[in-house]
């Protein structure tokens, strides 16, 4: 009889103790997987932050404000009458600077600031070109006579529409038309040609 009991409290020590140990060793497990999971939200989160500031230098441009701080250092005194961001394979700001009836049509790189697109075109006003001091068409006639050794004017006008106000003017002699163009501010002959007169 106390051989059974003897039995049955060893058994039920050995049953305590080796659930004690399971309990420690599970827990030490778990406690392992537990850090172990950590170490690696870590590791992912840090990953994670070094892509996105990747992507982040890859994504970076100049801001519109620079932007136009680049578009006014080139046309100083400009009038900005278009302006935008277009996002493209090279993201951009495109527009239009008017200065002195001259329009800029620019576009600048958004991420490296360079104007990698400059063209100018002149944008007539008429109300500017009608007070442009010209010289008489007296003068301009006489300047054409002269670069031709005389004959009979077909055509003549005065052309403001465009950067540089001239006198266009047609002269026959000897069954050769002459074109000839004078800059109308100078006098100066910016545009000769002549060819076999067809009686058109």
């Known amino acids: 009889m106390k051989n059974a009991k003897g039995i049955i409290i060893g058994i039920i ?7 004690g140990i399971t309990y420690i060793l599970t ?8 850090m172990t999971d950590e170490e690696i939200t870590i590791d992912q989160n840090i990953n994670n932050n070094q892509n ?21 250092e080139k046309v100083p005194n400009g009038n900005l009458v278009e302006f935008g961001y277009e996002e493209d394979e090279t993201p951009s700001y495109d527009g239009k ?6 329009e800029y049509e620019f576009s600048i790189d958004a991420k490296t600031g360079e104007i990698i697109q400059f063209d100018e075109d ?29 004959g009979k004017f077909l055509e003549f006008k005065l052309d403001k529409e ?5 006198y266009e003017g047609s002269l026959l002699k000897d069954n050769i038309e002459y074109d000839i163009k004078i800059n ?7 545009g000769f040609d002549k060819e076999k007169y067809d009686g058109k």
Do not use: W, Y
Not at 13 to 19: E, N, P, Q, T, W
Not at 97 to 102: A, D, F, P, T, V
Not at 132 to 145: F, Q
Not at 162 to 166: D, G
């Open 13 to 19: 020590i050995g049953g305590v103790v080796f659930s």
């Open 27 to 34: 827990r030490n497990h778990d406690k392992k997987l537990l």
């Open 52 to 72: 996105s500031n990747k992507d982040n230098s890859k994504n970076k441009t100049i801001s519109g404000e620079r932007a136009k701080e680049i578009i006014f």
């Open 97 to 102: 600077i008017l200065k002195e009836n001259i």
């Open 122 to 150: 002149f944008e007539p006003n008429k109300n500017n070109n009608s007070n442009v001091k010209v010289i008489s068409e007296d003068k301009a006639k006489d300047i054409m006579l002269k670069k031709v050794g005389g």
């Open 162 to 166: 465009n950067k540089i106000p001239k």
């Open 184 to 190: 109308a501010q100078t006098g100066e002959i910016i």
